[in-house]
């Protein structure tokens, strides 16, 4: 006996590869349902090797239903989460709506998925954002043998995780700079993205930090330890899918960087690839369509007492957003409704 499983927001980039993944990982799905706005009602979307058609999210009455899947911002599910909650139904929210709620856990799980329990509280999980997830992967098999005191880390963030537009504008004004006349301005970004960086993901905050750096600290507080202190600088780059980090993590304890590259060799979702010499990492299209997060350059800070760097890569929209949810059903379906 599987599972009723319900994808909201299933004609964007998350949502697609939520129902590609589910498909994948053959989680025990009896039935299916797509749901989108009311413009993309009727829209196909493929699911492994069957075809659905997308429901009206607004009108969908998820009573009957196990588990939704929500990839539809904010402000959509502040209306429709609680309503499929109310009903029975658990979310999993891609949203940053209520990663922040004590109420609801945050879950990454490789890390933290004991914290699972607390979903009885709203019916409720939040999924973090796509850059704590695949760092808090890499930080939580090193926590565990040396306790980290301080983490520093600079992102490179693909497009994707702007959405559609996102990926166009790079697209367009990639295409654009080499047709006279056809140049794209910033629209989605703030500055041109092809060919450049922008050091501004979200919005600014008081203190200097964008909501991004500030979600890095927040997130990573609440699924790994509150007494870790975090930094964080958030770049926008111009590769389409695929989110980098480079990270400096100052321990407790004394850890031999051989040691860590053994520790993360055996931890779940990690995969290293460290070898010193040219290309002997992984960038980030390598990792396009993987599950993994992976580890590369890994090696001692000597300019701190307990430091080690690393280099860290996923894909966003899979261990970032898409992947790690359906990770968290199958928890929910293995440890609490248990019907697969």
């Known amino acids: 006996m599987g599972y009723k499983v319900v994808v909201a927001g299933a004609t964007g980039n998350v949502g697609r590869e939520m129902l590609n993944i589910l498909a994948e990982r053959e989680f025990p799905v009896d039935e299916i349902a797509a749901l989108a706005s009311r413009k993309s009602i009727g829209t196909e979307i493929s699911f492994g090797d069957k075809t659905v058609k997308t429901k009206d999210l607004d009108t969908f009455d998820f009573t009957g239903w196990d588990i939704a899947l929500f990839a539809v911002g904010s402000e959509a599910t502040k209306i429709y989460a609680p309503k499929a909650a109310a009903a029975g139904c658990v979310v999993i929210d891609n949203s940053s709506l209520y990663r922040y709620d004590p109420a609801v856990p945050l879950i990454v799980p490789e890390v933290n998925a004991d914290d699972i329990v607390h979903y009885k509280n709203k019916n409720i999980i939040a999924n973090p954002n796509c850059s704590t997830a695949q760092m808090v992967v890499a930080l939580k ?8 005191k301080r983490v520093v880390v600079s992102t490179y963030q693909s497009v ?22 056809q140049e794209v301005a910033p629209k989605k970004f703030t500055k041109q993205i092809a060919f450049n960086v922008i050091p501004h993901i979200d919005v600014f905050l008081d203190d200097g930090s964008t909501k991004e750096e500030w979600k890095m600290v927040a997130e990573t507080k609440k699924i790994l330890d509150k007494n870790i202190k975090v930094t964080a600088t958030c770049v926008r780059v111009p590769v389409f899918v695929g989110h980098s980090e480079s990270i400096n993590i100052e321990f407790e304890d004394f850890l031999d960087e051989h040691e860590a590259r053994d520790i993360l060799r055996e931890a779940p979702g990690v995969m290293v690839i460290d070898k010193r010499e040219p290309g002997g990492y992984i960038t980030p299209i390598e990792c396009v369509g993987d599950y993994a997060t992976y580890i590369s350059r890994i090696r001692q800070d000597s300019t701190i007492e307990n430091g080690i760097n690393l280099w860290c890569v996923s894909d966003n929209l899979r261990k970032g957003a898409a992947l790690n949810a359906v990770q968290i059903a199958e928890v929910l379906g293995n440890r609490v409704l248990k019907k697969g």
């Open 141 to 148: 098999p090193l926590h565990d043998r040396a306790r980290i």
């Open 160 to 181: 994707s995780g702007a959405g559609k537009e996102g990926i166009d504008e790079l697209w367009d004004q990639t295409k654009g700079l080499y047709v006279p006349g």
